[in-house]
């Protein structure tokens, strides 16, 4: 079953339960799938392919992981600005939506990756950081943030182990 088929169906059992923070959430998650599947403008105008773009599950879990994403800045911002009743909401919904993720890599996992990047690019100072990133990325697609990756490239390359 798909992610998409997934988080239909949970939907519908959410329905049922009446468990509306649950419904919400998931709504919201099919309502960002349903917007990447919508060609861009660009693309509209040019005429190229179909009204409407078939996701793969790499894209889907893009859009997913960028509403995780939403929600951990939210929950940031909220945080400065005291509003303690919508983190717990914004927190509420992360929880959500990380059981649809895959489970995520530990700091530990990110540093050894990123070292062994380093070593097969033969990276040795911080001006390859683009280099590193590059061929690191695409590794850790979905199971790590990149700000989280950019930050533990940056720490190994500048020497502070």
Known sequence: MS???????D????????DERRKTT???????IHKAEIPSKKEAEAGEGPPRKELNEDDILQAVASEAKRRRDAITEFGKAKREDLVAQEEAELAIIMGYLPAQLSREEIEALAREVIQELGASDISQMGRVMGALMPRVKGRAEGGVVSQVVREILSGGD
């Open 3 to 9: 992610l998409k088929e997934r988080l239909k169906q």
């Open 26 to 32: 998931l709504r919201l998650l099919l309502d960002a």
């Open 11 to 18: 939907l519908q059992e959410a329905m049922r339960a009446r």
